[in-house]
């Protein structure tokens, strides 16, 4: 099987190769605001029926390629299987998010945690990459993707969702051992998952910390940064030769571009309280950047959203190394129409700063 797509603009953009247009790709591209999606959803069942059914998730991953000239499909699972994978009871509540059964709150729950082999806990989503990258064909690439440690703890500690995250704050203030024991075994859980993915056939892989900016900056980079880290240097990023990028994204993680930069990540996402133009001075170019057209104006008329894309383009600048994005996921309520006219932007606009 062949590791490098026919398109591979993501591919070397993510590397700050040039290329003749900014490549984009939207962050839950497969979801609930695609029609066809709620259709596979209520075939499968349950959301996690969908998600460890290996032919389902690579039909929902295909979905958004069939509706758009998008340049990569992302990998359609949850951050959160390896939580699952470890035995804690994962389910799904409609209009409430996932649920773990029993959370883990002290030292002796850390301890009983197993690392899951994931060519067995977790083989449902090596299919599915093996699946989809034949079903692929080389179009474009495919890109794998992890929660953060700290991402995954919030929901294991809180036991789902949660707003002041008061569980596993308890732990970092007052069992901070504790919170470093499961962030440890958390990583090396992510690491070999990772790698797992890249074996199985992905060729971009991100880091999902939607939590980390919740965080104070001493304890993000104790407990959310190190442990990022810590995975990027256990990953093989170069089977048969060929680099695996990796993108990092903390939500909410404007003011640590710096840090994140020297992480070794080969791109960083940005959300949309960060200027593209800011965060390309932050970062002086040793990364590549995506991102990060605020979700929210995909509900505004094609001829803003056209607007919007300028707006964002323009503040990136000329030269390689961005990747068209929105700032967070594609939210539910969205127009399809919309996500087309933005496309459509980015072609239309995109190649003037690649000239």
């Keep these: 099987m062949s590791t490098q797509p026919g398109n591979d603009r993501l591919l070397r953009a993510l590397l700050r190769e040039p290329v003749d247009r900014t490549p984009v790709w939207i962050m839950r591209q497969a979801g609930r605001y695609l029609p066809e999606y709620r259709a596979t959803r209520a075939k499968a069942g349950s959301f996690m029926a969908l998600c460890t059914n290996p032919e389902l998730a690579c039909e929902v991953t295909l979905q958004p390629l069939a509706r758009f000239p998008l340049d990569a499909a992302i990998l359609f699972s949850d951050i959160l299987v390896i939580p699952h994978a470890m035995g804690l009871g994962l389910s799904f509540e409609e209009g409430e998010g996932p649920r773990i059964a029993r959370p883990i709150r002290n030292e002796a729950a850390v301890q009983a945690l197993p690392v899951p082999d994931p060519d067995d806990k977790l083989r449902f989503v090596l299919d599915a990459i093996a ?94 940064l190190s442990y990022m880290q810590q995975i990027l ?38 959300d949309s309280a960060t200027e593209l133009s800011a965060a390309r001075q932050a970062t002086g170019d040793r990364v590549a950047l995506q991102g990060n057209l605020d979700p929210a104006l995909l509900h505004e008329p094609p001829d803003s959203i056209r607007n919007e894309v300028a707006r964002v383009l323009e503040s990136y600048g000329r030269g390689p190394g961005h990747v068209f994005n929105l700032g967070h996921g594609v939210q539910p309520q969205t127009n399809p129409e919309h996500v087309a006219a933005m496309i459509a932007a980015v072609h239309e606009l995109s190649p003037q700063y690649h000239r």
Excluded: C
């Design 233 to 270: 240097a256990g990953l093989a990023r170069e089977p048969a030769g060929q680099r695996v990028p990796v993108i990092l994204f903390t939500k909410g993680g404007g003011i640590w571009l710096t840090r994140m930069a020297a992480s070794g990540a080969d791109a960083l996402g940005i």
């Design 131 to 224: 699946l989809t990258r034949r079903e692929l064909a080389g179009r474009v690439p495919l890109i794998g993707f992890v929660g953060s440690p700290w991402t995954v703890a919030t929901y294991m500690v809180e036991g789902g969702s949660s707003r002041d995250f008061a569980q596993i704050r308890g732990l970092l203030q007052g069992e901070p051992r504790t919170l470093h024991a499961l962030l440890e075994k958390l990583a090396r859980a992510t690491t070999a998952y990772l790698n797992a993915q890249i074996a199985a056939g992905v060729q971009a892989v991100m880091i999902f910390d939607t939590w980390g900016g919740a965080l104070a900056t001493p304890d993000y980079l104790e407990f959310s």
